[in-house]
Every structure is written in structure tokens, then in C-alpha cells.
């Protein structure tokens, strides 16, 4: 979710130098509801940048000990105008949307949800989860695209060996492996893990940017250290990444994406064009939610949600404004 503070104050941040070779975006920590909330570490959106291509969300969590935190636990809300991407290092989550999906989701596979014109789901770990540990990534619908169909997708990926690191794509191309889940821009996240001690170079495509988020470490990314839970921002033009392990394994993922040259309004589960289509679509989910509106706005709700799904926080109290990003 992105920050539903009702008074926001107005910062501007000047450009980050067109000298660093990598732009280090530490995370900051949000709750995911509730008095023993999950807590996640995020690092898009941010003031200092909002996307790496498409990608417009990044949240790192665990390890988590379910017994202490209460794992995941989201009921039914929605989405617009974007794909969530979840992957997970250790545990299990149950996903169930308003396509009709109920499925597991595992370590080392993918679920793809597109939300089109609009979509709901719930996320809770299992009961047999005892540590539950991934991360949940966003990426915004190009324009041509965000009304279409609502979707979804599952993948389970293989490992593939290249020098010290086992790297697995789960979007994109990405290492000599695919992965066949849909995109609408060119995109590729892929699990790289390393074992201590060890150097592994990698070819980029010069058209993409790409962002280094570290699960295990710390991790050297082209000669920058990057501890666990921040990213490492590498911009367009860049042909190769240099990973390094110190004295411990690590593990990152890498995502990536050709620059999506329009502007987002992200709102709480919302991305957005303007303040007015927020409006709507929020509107919408309230509706639907009392019963007073369409029940196919965000698609029929699951038996098992028993009337439980999310309301809507309220809005600002001032026009949501485009997210810019800094000069490239």
C-alpha cells in the first residue's frame, strides 16, 4: 500500500548526481495493519524515486517467526492499474482473487496478478508456515493497457546455474532462462544467490534500468556495499552488474524494466493517472463493499472472504499529484 497520510507536506528533492554509479535507496518500515502487524521494509515508491522501468512497489519482509508477528494476514482489497508480482524465500501464503484463483504460493515459484480496469485478493500464510520471508513488487500498467482484463498467473521456475550463483527468472528474460508470465512492458526480476565469498558478473540489457534489492548479506553491486534490505538503483546504459559476497552468502533480486516515460498517481492499492481517477476508484471498491454499487467492479468476492474485505482509508485532504522522477 502506498502512504494514505491525510496532510502530507510538499518536499522537494533535488536530482541525484548524474555521477554515481549506483544510487543507493534505503528502506523504510511500514506496518501491515493491525496491533501485531507484519512489518515490511520498503523501498519504492520513495521521494528520491518512484520507479525502475514499470516497477513502481518493492517490499522486502522476514524472517518473519509467525508465532510472534501473526505472519500475512490481508484481507480482500483491491487494485488498479497494475500487476502485483509475489515471491517468497521461505514460507507459504494463500492468494484467493476475485478471478476465482485459490492457490498456494511457494518458494521458488511466481504469482502474477494483473489487476486491469480492477481486481481483489486476499494474502494469508498457511497454518504449517513457521518463518515467512519474500518480497511483494507492483508494476504500473502502461495506458494502453490498464483497463483490460483482470488476470492471473502462476509459475513455478528452475534454477539455473551460471559460475558461483543460482539464479532464478521469474519475469522476464534474464540469465539464459524465461519466464512465460505475461508483462505489457519489458520487465525481468530474477532470485540471484551466491555463496560467501564469491564474484559472479552478469550481462544487462543497456536499455533497461535496474534495481538490486539485497535479502541476504550485505552484498557488493558494482563496488557499492548494499545491506540487507536497501536497493541499489542502476540506471539505463549500463551492459554489465558485478555482485561479491564478504563472509556470508547473499541473496538479491534483481528487477529491471525499459523506463516507463509516463506519469503515476499511486494511492493507497490505486496507480493511477490523476487525483479524479483515484476518486473513482475508490468509490468503486466502497460500493462494492456496502453493497450499494456494482458487484463486478473489482470482480465477484470469493465465498470464503464472509463479507470481510479491506475499506478504504480516506483520502488527503489535498489533490494527489503525479510522482516525478529524477532526470535521467
Not at 493511477?272 to 458487484?295: K, L, M, Y
Not at 470464503?304 to 503525479?322: E, F, Q, Y
Request: with cysteine.
Amino acid at each position: 500500500m502506498s502512504d494514505t497520510e491525510r496532510d502530507p507536506q510538499e518536499i522537494t528533492v533535488p536530482p541525484s548526481s548524474d555521477e554515481a554509479e549506483v544510487e543507493l535507496l534505503e528502506p523504510r518500515l511500514v506496518p501491515l495493519g493491525g496491533p501485531r502487524a507484519m512489518t515490511v521494509r520498503r523501498t519504492l515508491p520513495q521521494r528520491l524515486r518512484s520507479l525502475i522501468g514499470a516497477w513502481c512497489f518493492a517490499d522486502h519482509y522476514g524472517p518473519d517467526d509467525v508465532s510472534e508477528s501473526g505472519g500475512m494476514a490481508v484481507p480482500g482489497h483491491p487494485h488498479t492499474g497494475l500487476q502485483t508480482v509475489t515471491w517468497l524465500f521461505d514460507g507459504e501464503v494463500e492468494h484467493r482473487d476475485t478471478v476465482g484463483s485459490v492457490t498456494r504460493i511457494r518458494p521458488g515459484e511466481v504469482n502474477l496478478m494483473t489487476s486491469g480496469r480492477g481486481i481483489a485478493h486476499s494474502e494469508y500464510s498457511t497454518a504449517d508456515t513457521t518463518t515467512l520471508r519474500g518480497v511483494q513488487l507492483w508494476t504500473a500498467l502502461p495506458a494502453p493497457d490498464r483497463f483490460g482484463d483482470r488476470a492471473f498467473e502462476h509459475f513455478a521456475t528452475l534454477p539455473v546455474r551460471l559460475g558461483a550463483a543460482t539464479v532464478r527468472t521469474f519475469v522476464g528474460d534474464f540469465a539464459g532462462a524465461s519466464s512465460p508470465v505475461t508483462t505489457f512492458t519489458p520487465l525481468v526480476a530474477a532470485e540471484i544467490a551466491l555463496p560467501a565469498r564469491a564474484e559472479v558478473r552478469f550481462d544487462l540489457d543497456p536499455a533497461y534500468e535496474h534495481g538490486v534489492l539485497v535479502d541476504l548479506g550485505p552484498v557488493d553491486v558494482d563496488g557499492t556495499h548494499v545491506e540487507p534490505a536497501a536497493l541499489a538503483y542502476r540506471p539505463v546504459g549500463r551492459t554489465t552488474l558485478v555482485l561479491r559476497t564478504g563472509e556470508t552468502d547473499g541473496r538479491v533480486v534483481l528487477i529491471g524494466g525499459v523506463p516507463l516515460d509516463e506519469e503515476i498517481v499511486m494511492w493507497w492499492n490505486f496507480v493511477g493517472r490523476d487525483h479524479d481517477e483515484i476518486v473513482r476508484f475508490r468509490q468503486a471498491w466502497t460500493a462494492q463493499v456496502d453493497g450499494s454499487g456494482d458487484p463486478d467492479a473489482y470482480g465477484p468476492f470469493p465465498a470464503a472472504w464472509d463479507g470481510a474485505a479491506l475499506p478504504a482509508p480516506a483520502l488527503p485532504h489535498v489533490r494527489l499529484a503525479p510522482r516525478k522522477q529524477p532526470p535521467r
